[in-house]
T-cell receptor
Framework: NAGVTQTPKFQVLKTGQSMTLQCAQDMNHNSMYWYRQDPGMGLRLIYYSASEGTTDKGEVPNGYNVSRLNKREFSLRLESAAPSQTSVYFC????????????FGPGTRLTVL | AQSVTQLGSHVSVSEGALVLLRCNYSSSVPPYLFWYVQYPNQGLQLLLKYTTGATLVKGINGFEAEFNKSQTSFHLRKPSVHISDTAEYFCAVSEMDDYKLSFGAGTTVTVRA
């Protein structure tokens, strides 16, 4: 099992450019999540998907959109990148809401110039 | 939303010494509690979790944590750290009927030879 995979690992964008971060999991989990990690702030939830076909906003959704393509895949899109979106982005998945152990991908380091 | 406070953003300890990382949460109802570890340039992985039952929880790599309901705390400790324990540690909580996690800001542990 690969667990949770993310592409790309690194990306540099110019202000105003768009891009999509890809995430896939092979653990047959229902729930998937996108976080951003900034120094001194821990992880903050951007969007989540409780199950295939549903998405909801998290703590910091502005400037992002998501798509739950199928049960395996959950993508994060930046339509018009801003320097404030420079961060490390993590995708995670979990089996159920009861014990909510989340499994994390390796992250995407994004720099917006 | 839950508030999670980790005291101390950085801890430096000698190899073989005890390390204690503090975590306090805001909920009046005992939530699910987690400690995650992030090694340099990697994603997060679960160290241990508390759901119900015994308040002392043992995790991987010799770590343990104690849930204290009256002090709303979930402190993590390891009696004798190794160089390989150098990493960032995150405390996280979720409500029992909610699958979203709230993370603390993280504590970076540096183990000196």
């Amino acid at each position: 099992n690969a667990g949770v995979t993310q592409t790309p690992k690194f990306q540099v964008l110019k202000t105003g450019q768009s891009m999509t971060l890809q995430c896939a999991q092979d653990m047959n989990h229902n729930s998937m999540y996108w976080y951003r990690q900034d120094p001194g702030m821990g992880l903050r939830l951007i969007y989540y998907s409780a199950s295939e076909g549903t998405t909801d906003k998290g703590e910091v959704p502005n400037g992002y959109n998501v798509s739950r393509l199928n049960k395996r895949e959950f993508s994060l899109r930046l339509e018009s990148a801003a320097p404030s979106q420079t961060s490390v982005y993590f995708c995670a998945s979990s089996e159920s809401r009861v014990n909510n152990e989340q499994f994390f991908g390796p992250g995407t380091r994004l720099t917006v110039l | 939303a839950q508030s999670v406070t980790q005291l101390g953003s950085h801890v430096s300890v000698s190899e073989g010494a005890l390390v204690l990382l503090r975590c306090n949460y805001s909920s009046s109802v005992p939530p699910y509690l987690f400690w995650y570890v992030q090694y340099p340039n990697q994603g997060l992985q679960l160290l241990l979790k508390y759901t119900t039952g015994a308040t002392l929880v043992k995790g991987i790599n010799g770590f343990e944590a104690e849930f204290n309901k009256s002090q709303t705390s979930f402190h993590l400790r390891k009696p004798s750290v190794h160089i390989s324990d150098t990493a960032e540690y995150f405390c996280a909580v979720s409500e029992m009927d909610d699958y979203k996690l709230s993370f603390g800001a993280g504590t970076t542990v540096t183990v000196r030879a």
